[in-house]
């Protein structure tokens, strides 16, 4: 198998950022309109070049910042690339430092309690606190699932990529809807990694290897508890399929069936479902725009959780097409960006030492 190249690495960490940054502008909104997203997009784009004036600069106005998504996916850089592995007591103590550091990057309310714990100079097990969220349940919030492209940017092995996704995921999120959502996005963007992939042979890989995730006691327990259907995430991926099958799918019923919520389970299908479905035109999204715009100018349209939606879609398309369709004017406008290129290049570079 081929090695994946540079490009789709930092098209994985810039989609991700993208998604992040521009999705945060729409975060929360139940209604999206299409043609307001799309004039806030086109403000982006560099100023025509006035008459006999001077020459166009680059983006317009302030830049964009990133959310607590971007804000944790950077510590589970951070952590990776200083360590050369996972380390669950160094990954922790960056989450808590960072929300000491900035804590009003928007960070679900919840999670606030872990850092709060972890900080504690009496934490001595750094997954406790994790586990003592809603009465011991454990959170079921896409939080682990949003920062987690880091993980199959550093493991290449399939088994590796599931193990760390998880162990990532349960510094925060102990219940088995918040951490095999994040378990379903690592193995995302890690087939978005290899060369042509069909999108039928994505999505059956997906199924197959979330049927034996979700299999084990405590998936199956967690997802009865709180009132699902046994293999909730791999249901939800057969909807997928199916919905692929079709000529078109209303908003409406992507809505109903897949969510636009901050639960793992009403997010992460629906930023696979966006990735996937946007690999073709959309007959309301401008043909200018190519694939990776497209998915994360659909996810934003969407509503709802607009910047964790976009920036898990963003991760795995930046991943899928690489840096060539992340547009330079959309980047620019996005904090630290700079820093982002530089964080996919050591990665690679971590990436292809362990192989
Ligand atoms: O999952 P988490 O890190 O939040 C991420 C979201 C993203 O949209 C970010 O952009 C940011 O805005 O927040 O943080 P948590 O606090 O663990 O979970 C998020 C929310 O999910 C919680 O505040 C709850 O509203 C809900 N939630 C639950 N509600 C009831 N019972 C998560 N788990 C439970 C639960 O077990
Ligand atoms: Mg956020
Ligand atoms: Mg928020
Ligand atoms: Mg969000």
Known sequence: RPRPGLARFRGCLAGALLGDCLGAVFE?????????????????EPAPPEEG???????????????????????????????Q?????????????????????????????????????????VFEPARAQFNGKGSYGNGGAMRVAGIPLVYSDIQDVKK?????????????????????????????????????T???????????????????????ALGFEDLPFSRRLKKIKEFLELSSVPKADVLFELGNGIAAL????????????????????PEHYNALQR???????LGGDTDTIATMA???????????????????????????QRMAKSLYELYCQRL
């Open 314 to 340: 963003g991760a795995i398309a930046g991943a899928y097409y690489g840096e060539e369709q992340v547009p330079p004017s959309w980047e620019q406008s996005c904090e630290a960006f700079q820093e982002t």
């Open 295 to 301: 998915t994360i100018i659909y996810c934003i349209s």
């Open 164 to 200: 760390f996704a998880k162990l990532s995921a349960e510094l925060t999120h102990a219940n088995s809807l918040g951490y095999n959502g994040a378990i379903l996005q690592a193995l995302a963007v890690h087939l978005a990694l290899q060369e042509g992939l069909s999108r039928e």
């Open 53 to 83: 004036g001077e020459a166009a600069g680059s983006a317009r106005g302030e830049s964009l910042p990133y959310t607590d998504d971007t804000a944790m996916s950077r510590s589970v850089v951070q952590s990776l690339l200083a360590k």
């Open 266 to 285: 009403r997010s992460v299908p629906t930023a696979i479902y966006s990735f996937l479905r946007c690999m073709d035109a959309d007959p309301d999204i």
């Open 202 to 224: 994505f999505l059956e890989q997906l199924i197959s290897h979330m049927e034996h995730v979700e299999a084990d006691d405590k998936s199956l327990s967690d997802a009865r």
């Open 85 to 125: 592995e996972f380390d669950e007591v160094d990954m922790a103590k960056r989450f808590a430092e960072e929300y000491k550091k900035e804590p009003n990057r928007g960070y679900g309310m919840a999670v606030v309690n872990v850092f709060k714990k972890l900080l504690s100079p009496k934490c001595s097990d």
């Open 28 to 44: 929360g909104r139940s209604v999206v309109k299409l043609p307001e997203l799309l004039s806030f997009l086109k403000g982006l």
